[in-house]
């Protein structure tokens, strides 16, 4: 088992900016990478960035190109979430979630551990 614990959500105005953390702890080695999603109320959850441990492949979603990074510590076991030019669109729980299969990296059934969730509010 893997455990995922988000943090830095919030609330923020439009065009501010979060950086939000996943801390992993367990069995981290049986992960192939991790990643971040996000689900509005009524929507489907919708793959955001992700990446691999090694940090060669990196993917983001169309919505958040050139506006979020993702990046992590690996002594840390945790992925960050930089959040820049944030929008009211961008409301939403965040997920992080770890991998274990493979695939494209925004494949949502290759994640087979999740947090419970940091909110995001951008106000306008």
């Known amino acids: 088992q893997v455990q995922l614990v988000e943090s830095g959500g919030g609330l923020v105005q439009v065009g501010g900016s979060l950086r939000l953390s996943c801390a992993a702890s367990?069995?981290?080695?049986?992960?192939?990478?991790m990643g971040w999603f996000r689900q509005a109320p009524g929507k489907e959850r919708e793959f955001v960035a992700a990446?691999?441990?090694?940090?060669?492949?990196?993917d983001y979603g169309d919505s958040v190109k050139g506006r979020f990074t993702i990046s992590r510590d690996n002594a840390k076991n945790t992925v960050y979430l930089q959040m820049n030019s944030l929008k009211p669109e961008d409301t939403a729980k965040y997920y992080c979630?770890?991998?274990?299969?493979?695939?494209?990296?925004?494949?949502?059934?290759?994640?087979?551990?999740w947090g419970q969730g940091t909110q995001v509010t951008v106000s306008s």
């Open positions: 979630a770890a991998r274990t299969g493979w695939g494209p990296f925004r494949d949502i059934k290759i994640y087979d551990f």
């Open positions: 367990g069995r981290t080695f049986t992960s192939n990478g």
């Open positions: 990446n691999s441990w090694s940090g060669d492949r990196v």
